[in-house]
Every structure is written in C-alpha cells, then in structure tokens.
C-alpha cells in the first residue's frame, strides 16, 4: 500500500480531533482558550495575532454544529473588532477586519459541512455493514453478534422465524423481483409490529428472523397475531393486475429454555416453524 496522502492524514487527524472534543469540558476549554487566546495576543502581541480564532471557528463547527459554530464565530469578530476599535481603528485596516469578519463565519460554517459529510460517510458505511440491501433489516453476521452479546449477558430473548409461503411459486411465475417485494412487505410489517427494540434480520431469501428481548412465548404469539393482522392490508401487486396475499409460517425458540448456544436455539426456531408449515396458513409452532 501507498503512503497516505495528505487528504488522508487531514481527515484521519480531525476524527482524533473530534473524538477527543467529545467531551463537553475538554471541548468548552479548547474553543473558549482558544479564542481567549486570540484576543490576548491580538491585545498584548499583534493585530495579526486576531486570526488565531480561524482555526477555532473552523473547529466549533465540527465539533459543536452550526449554530452553536456561528455564534462562537460570531464572539470572535466583534470581540477582536472592539479591540481594532480600542486601540484606533485606520481607514487603511477597515478592508483587512471586512475580510476576517467574513472567513470566520464561512469557516465556521465549512466546518459544519464537512462534519455533516463525515457523519452522512459513516452512516452510509454502517448500513453497508450492517443491513441487507432489500429489506434494510440487519444482515446475517450482526443478527448473530446480537444472539452472542444476549447470551454473554445473560438476557432472556426469544427468536420468532418467519417464512413466507408460497415464495416459490411466486418467483417461478412472476419472477424473483415480485418475490423480493414480498419479502419487503413481510420485513415492514415484522418491523412495525415488534418496535424500534426488536432485532430484525434477513436470515435467508425468503425467512426473517426477530430477537425479542425478554419476551415469553404467550408474547411471540401476541406479534404473531398482530403481523397477520397487518399482513392482512399489505397485499403485493402482482404483474397481471392481481393482488398475492402474503402469508408465512412461524417458529418460537427461546434462550436458555429451548436451547444454549445460536445455531442450535435457530435450528429448534427451524424445527417449529416446519411443524407451522405443516400445520397450515398463519400457523405458528414452539420449540
């Protein structure tokens, strides 16, 4: 590999920088010295000495946002232009104050930017990593991380498995982009039903998988019944015209009743979901 580029080493030195003004005190010491700073030695030392504050306006806006940004940017014009004025404003500096009055704000707001640039780079890396692409639910190796940190915590969960029926024939007649929006629709309702705390996961091309923390069997089968309920109003459009019901199959197992380790508790989720398919439309099967 290369030596890293300047670019590089910039943006690799503002993340240090930014995670280390994290801190709210360590933060408040930074920008607040650092305009301090600026006015003693634009006082004391040099006129010159008031562009100290460039660096700590293009700092605030990364590190604390716009708004917040602004005002400190703010602070530091009219705090060195009373200074400018107290010690005798000349005709031939008035462009020279026009000039840092505004690079200040705009670094200020620069910094702002390229912190929100950041942050959208390390949202859309995240998602990458961590969802499936069709569903947007979690992808197979996160799922498992989740099982393995309940486990090592000791939290009860329970994994409901949920696999749609039907999705064969389905893909065979109408083609797998149709089956897709299947599985779409079956993630959003799972998703609604079961809450913001509930880990989803696509397990397979058809099945998804849902941890619930803390939940008991009677539970499981409380969000079954509403999915159905909901499935019941979110029919796929088929190409002709007609509209597929989507309907699954459902397993329970719950950690550490059914079984100790991951791959074993989702194989006893497996064994109770066939017995639902055997069972039927919308049935549902415990470990």
């Not at 301090?36 to 030392?45: E, K």
């Not at 910094?111 to 390390?122: I, S, Y």
């Not at 969802?131 to 799922?143: K, S, Y």
Request: hydrophobic share 45%; aromatic share 4%; proline share 3%.
């Amino acid at each position: 590999m290369g030596r890293p580029t300047a670019v590089t080493r910039t943006r690799a030195g503002l993340e240090r920088m930014v995670v280390q003004l994290e801190d709210r005190t360590t933060r408040a010491l930074v920008l607040g010295g650092g305009l301090a700073l600026s006015f003693a030695a634009h006082a004391v030392v040099d006129p010159g000495a008031a562009w100290l504050a460039a660096p700590v306006a293009f700092v605030a806006g990364i590190a604390v946002g716009t708004r917040l940004a602004l005002t400190i940017a703010g602070v530091a014009v009219f705090g060195h232009l009373g200074i400018d004025v107290a010690d005798g404003l000349r005709g031939d500096e008035v462009l020279g104050l026009l000039v840092r009055s505004t690079v200040l704000p705009f670094l200020a707001l620069a910094g702002a930017a390229g912190a929100q640039l950041e942050r959208q780079r390390d949202r859309a890396l995240h998602q990458a990593i961590s969802q499936d692409p069709v569903t947007g639910l979690l992808n197979v190796r996160v799922f498992y991380d989740e099982v393995d940190r309940l486990r090592a915590d000791g939290t009860p969960f329970s994994i409901l498995l949920a696999d749609i029926r039907g999705m064969r024939r389905l893909n065979d007649t109408y083609g797998h982009p149709t089956g897709t929006e299947a599985v779409r629709v079956l993630a959003h309702v799972l998703r609604r039903a079961t809450g913001n705390d509930a880990a989803a996961s696509r397990l397979g091309s058809d099945e998804i998988g849902v941890l619930l923390v803390g939940e008991d069997r009677e539970r499981c089968r409380a969000v079954v019944k509403d999915v159905i309920a909901r499935l019941g109003h979110e029919n796929v459009t088929l190409p002709d015209g007609e509209a597929f019901e989507v309907h699954a199959a459902y397993g329970i197992a719950r950690w550490p009743e059914d079984a100790d380790d991951a791959v074993a508790l989702l194989r006893a989720a497996d064994r109770a979901k066939d017995r639902a398919k055997a069972a039927g439309l919308d049935e549902v099967g415990q470990a």
